[in-house]
């Protein structure tokens, strides 16, 4: 079973920031917290992840709460593209294993 | 960055037949690949771990005589559906991690194969 949390779903008018919040209360001390997003109709996409610092990239922004329970990613700038079923995802840092899957949540960009 | 390809991107076979799809990484040697099924409205679940130079592994529930899993090189690894019926129409997905980068560097997925079996 997938240890996080996510909104099923959540709109965002389009220029505005999107805060994508992820509750992971039983994440283990060596397990990061990664996203992807799967756009419709294709594989799932890498944004970004994290063990307990704050992270940026060219795509988005991830924070993690100082108890690591729960993280947020933020996409600064929403465009129609980033319309696409987001996944916070845990795992251990260490071995070449699969993700498992959530629900994600479901953004929809709006103009 | 690193790619991991699919062939076909979408197939339609009859009933009985079989199907074989193909996942290659194009820049980086993968001795593991996962594959995962995609229904409707559905997340991804992990079908198969498959392993260069060893059987694949499968997660509970999954038939390996129905979905053979083939890692012939470093670089590609097959799935083949046998005797497909409707129920098999899904999207399937694989992925590869590059080695050398770090223990938790991201894992990168093909872009799906979608089989209709009619």
């Known amino acids: 079973d997938a240890k996080t949390t996510q909104p099923p779903s959540m709109d965002c008018a389009e220029g505005r920031a999107a805060n994508l919040p992820c509750n992971h209360s039983?994440?283990?001390?060596?397990?990061?917290v990664y996203w992807y997003r799967q756009i419709h109709s294709q594989g799932p996409q890498y944004i970004i992840h994290?063990?307990?610092n704050n992270e940026t990239n060219e795509m988005a922004s991830l924070i993690i709460t100082e108890d690591r329970k729960s993280s947020t990613l933020i996409l600064p700038h929403a465009t129609l593209r980033d319309t696409a079923v987001y996944y916070c995802?845990?795992?251990?840092?260490?071995?070449?294993?699969?993700?498992?899957f959530g629900k994600g949540t479901r953004l929809s960009v709006i103009a | 960055g690193a790619v991991v390809s699919q062939h076909p991107s979408r197939v339609i076979c009859k009933s009985g037949t079989s199907v074989k799809i193909e996942c290659r990484s194009l820049?980086?040697?993968?001795?593991?690949m996962f594959w995962y099924r995609q229904f409707p409205k559905q997340s991804l679940m992990l079908m198969a771990t498959?392993?260069?130079?060893?059987?694949?592994?499968?997660e509970q529930g999954v038939e390996k005589d129905k979905f053979l899993i083939n890692h012939a090189s470093l670089t590609l690894s097959t799935l083949t559906v046998t005797s497909a019926h409707p129920e098999d129409s899904s999207f399937y997905i694989c992925?590869?991690?590059?080695?050398?980068?770090?223990?938790?560097?991201?894992?990168?997925f093909g872009n799906g194969t979608r089989l209709t079996v009619t």
């Open positions: 820049d980086f040697q993968a001795t593991t």
């Open positions: 994290g063990l307990k």
């Open positions: 039983t994440i283990s001390g060596n397990e990061y």
């Open positions: 992925s590869a991690r590059p080695p050398g980068i770090g223990v938790n560097s991201p894992l990168h």
């Open positions: 995802i845990v795992r251990v840092g260490s071995g070449n294993t699969p993700l498992v």
């Open positions: 498959s392993n260069e130079g060893s059987k694949a592994t499968y």
